[in-house]
Structure formats: C-alpha cells, structure tokens
Nanobody, 124 residues
Framework: QVQLVESGGGLVQAGGSLTLSCAASGRTFSDYVMAWFRQAPGKEREFVAAIRWSGGSTYYADFVKGRATVSRDNAKNTVYLQMNSLKPEDTAVYYC?????????????????WGQGTQVTVSS
C-alpha cells in the first residue's frame, strides 16, 4: 500500500522560503514520477513540480520556475519541494502525488496515489 505523507507547510511572510517534504512508503519508487500539486480555495488543483525517481529529471510549472527546487533523497524515500520568494498567491494546500506516469506528467488524473496535503499560507 503506497503511502505519501507531506509535511513542512505553515505560515510564512511574502518573500520567505519553505521546504515541503513527502515521505513515501509501501513500495519501491524507482519507476515512479513524484509530483507536487497545489489547490487554492475555489480553484482547481494545479501542477507545481515533479521529479522522476530514476534519473532525477525535474519539471516545473512556469509560475515557480526559478523559485522552486524539487529533489529526492533515495535513502529516506523522501521528496522535497523547496520554494523561495514566496508570494501571497502561492497560498494553497500542497499535495504530493506519485505514479508510473506515461506522457504528460502535469495532469492530476495520471496520479493514483496522493498525500493528505499540507497548508502553505503566505502573508503579505
């Protein structure tokens, strides 16, 4: 049973930084894509960033390019999302997702496994 547990969310001032963690368990993830999505109140869930566990290729949404870094720690089976220069519009619940994704990795329906989410609130 795949389990994804996010942590690291919180309240931060605009311009600040946060690092979110996603601890993965239940199988080996070497052939998986690990992704971060976010959902703000009243908005659809949107892709933020992703990393291929094998090879470490990374992908970013345009709105976080240059402000975010997605990485993984193989020994800890954990994926991280470091975000800098945070803006109030980054306020959302951030979700970790995982699956063997073929094709587009930016669409949420491609992921079967999801964490419970962690709230990020950026104050102005």
């Amino acid at each position: 049973q795949v389990q994804l547990v996010e942590s690291g969310g919180g309240l931060v001032q605009a311009g600040g930084s946060l690092t979110l963690s996603c601890a993965a368990s239940g199988r080996t993830f070497s052939d998986y894509v690990m992704a971060w999505f976010r959902q703000a109140p009243g908005k659809e869930r949107e892709f933020v960033a992703a990393i291929r566990w094998s090879g470490g290729s990374t992908y970013y949404a345009d709105f976080v390019k240059g402000r975010a870094t997605v990485s993984r720690d193989n020994a800890k089976n954990t994926v991280y999302l470091q975000m800098n220069s945070l803006k109030p519009e980054d306020t959302a619940v951030y979700y970790c997702a995982a699956d063997r994704v073929v094709g587009l990795i930016t669409v949420s329906y491609k992921y079967a496994y999801w964490g419970q989410g962690t709230q990020v609130t950026v104050s102005s």
